[in-house]
């Protein structure tokens, strides 16, 4: 039986909403940027660290830095499709009216580079978080006129972009060989956890997304290939990313 397992609930009321956690916080919704980056590795932290102006706390122990008046940046935590689904909701809730997520990726193609951008076109929904927000036959993808920013800003900061589509996944261990070599050779670029829920909370609240991956290693089905040297670039992209968000809202 297919999630969700209670029929059609798509247009049911929720018993509580993000808005609610938001506002218990302070007791009102806070100031927000209207655009958002969300991100889980610890280099992206330090380089947030060192550009944030200010900080905020707008929900339980969820601190968003700020990095300029258009575009702000959640971190920490943790990873995969739920959390992020939950982060992603607060954020809007917020006031967000753009959410980006910036994070590493395994590519599932050996010709993109560990220093190049992969821009995801849409996501195969393989975790279960979406389909609680969308029906399994509908399309989860990114704002086109967002990626297109994206793709023109990290361009222009020297650094290659591929497109195509992404694989959400959450199971990491059940990673298995017929789904990888199935994937592969149907042209996904990549596989990530969170991807499809983020992009379905968006399109179900209303607001504009898209992804920016970074490589940080190959799945292949003869062996796993980590970054040798665990170079990350994910800090190289923050700022066409910051660049190409404050563009597009403004």
Avoid at 28 to 34: G, N, S, T
Avoid at 188 to 208: F, K, N, Q, T
Wanted: with cysteine; hydrophobic share 40%; proline share 7%.
């Amino acid at each position: 039986m297919p999630i969700p397992k209670f029929g059609d609930k798509y247009d049911a009321p929720a018993l509580f909403s993000p808005e609610d956690a938001v506002e218990a916080h302070s007791g009102k919704l806070p100031e927000m940027p209207p655009a958002v980056i969300l991100g889980f590795e610890d280099e992206l932290f330090e380089a947030v660290d060192e550009r944030a102006t200010d900080a905020v706390n707008y929900v339980r122990n969820q601190e968003l830095q700020l990095l300029d008046e258009n575009v702000g940046f959640v971190g920490d935590f943790g990873i995969g499709p739920t959390v992020t689904a939950i982060i992603a909701e607060n954020v809007i809730a917020a006031g967000a009216e753009v959410v980006c997520l910036l994070c590493g990726c395994a590519s599932l193609q050996k010709d993109i580079g560990l220093d190049e951008a992969i821009l995801p076109t849409r996501a195969i929904r393989d975790e279960g978080v979406s389909h609680h927000y969308l029906p399994a036959d509908e399309h989860v993808e990114p704002t086109p006129e967002l990626v297109d920013c994206l793709d023109s800003s990290l361009v222009e900061a020297g650094i290659e972009t591929h497109r195509g589509p992404t694989w959400s996944m959450g199971a990491m261990y059940r990673e298995t060989i017929p789904e990888i070599e199935h994937y592969a050779n149907e042209g996904v670029l990549s596989l990530g956890m969170a991807e499809s829920a983020m992009l379905a909370v968006a399109a179900y609240r209303g607001v504009d997304s898209a992804v920016v991956h970074e490589v940080g290693d190959y799945l292949t089905t003869d062996e796993w290939e980590p970054n040798a040297d665990e170079s990350c670039s994910l800090p190289a992209m923050l700022d066409p990313t910051i660049e190409a968000l404050r563009t597009y809202v403004s």
